[in-house]
């Protein structure tokens, strides 16, 4: 049966929906993570239930077709997002989506900016996040928008008006740059209180952006 495959993948997903949602990044409600598993599968969180609980029996099976394998888990509203992300991007396995306040909030100014040129570990681990203008969340709209921004070797996405996403190789990649992105939010509105910011120069971005992760 669908629901009996992938139980160790599957139980990676739901502790690192467990994990985000223990360290403040997303609500109960929010978020959502998918892992490709092959070609034709990945796995998602689902709709309508609490992250700060899930189990690894409520992760859902999807086809990239976008075929449900696990038609009693209710799918999340933004499946088809992350499944024409990885599509796009064949060399990251997986897609982690959540709401931090601090980025969320950055996401509804007109600059939209996350600054990364602030320490050297977060320019390392985001480069320079991509930007992805308002799509309504849930629509095929916003998974082109989405899936378009993240071109390249781009690994972090501001969702105007909505939140954020980062993509990596592995789950605890993906998990480690949305936690440093949400820093990097907070430190971005702690800038605007301070006179004397010694920012990282384009010299030194440059020697940053040479180094392979």
């Known amino acids: ?31 959502n993570i998918s892992l490709r598993i092959d070609n034709d599968h990945f796995l998602i969180t689902p ?11 409520q992760i859902a099976l999807f086809t990239f077709s976008g075929k449900n394998l696990t038609p009693e888990l209710k799918p999340s509203i933004e499946t088809d997002m992350h ?19 601090h980025a969320s909030f950055l996401s509804a100014t007109k600059s939209h900016r996350i600054r990364t040129d ?33 071109k390249n070797d781009m690994v972090a996405l501001i969702l105007e008006n909505h939140g954020i996403l980062t993509i990596g190789k592995t789950l605890l990649q993906a998990f ?4 440093v992105l949400e820093a990097a939010a907070e430190m971005t509105m702690m800038s605007k209180l301070v006179d004397d910011l010694s920012p990282l120069d384009n010299h030194r971005l440059k020697g940053i952006d040479t180094i392979s992760s």
């Open 83 to 101: 499944r024409k992300i990885l599509i796009a991007r064949k060399d990251i396995q997986t897609v982690v989506h959540a709401h931090p306040k």
């Open 47 to 57: 709709s309508a239930l609490d992250k700060g609980s899930i189990t690894y029996r």
């Open 118 to 150: 602030l320490l050297a570990e977060a320019r390392f681990l985001l480069k320079e996040p991509a930007f992805a203008p308002y799509a309504l969340m849930g629509t095929s709209g916003l998974g082109d928008i989405a899936a378009a921004a993240l």
């Open 176 to 179: 480690d740059r949305i936690e």
């Open 1 to 31: 049966m669908p629901h009996m495959k992938y139980r160790k993948e599957r139980k990676q997903v739901a502790a690192t929906m467990r994990r985000l949602y223990d360290q403040g990044l997303t609500t109960c409600s929010g978020g």
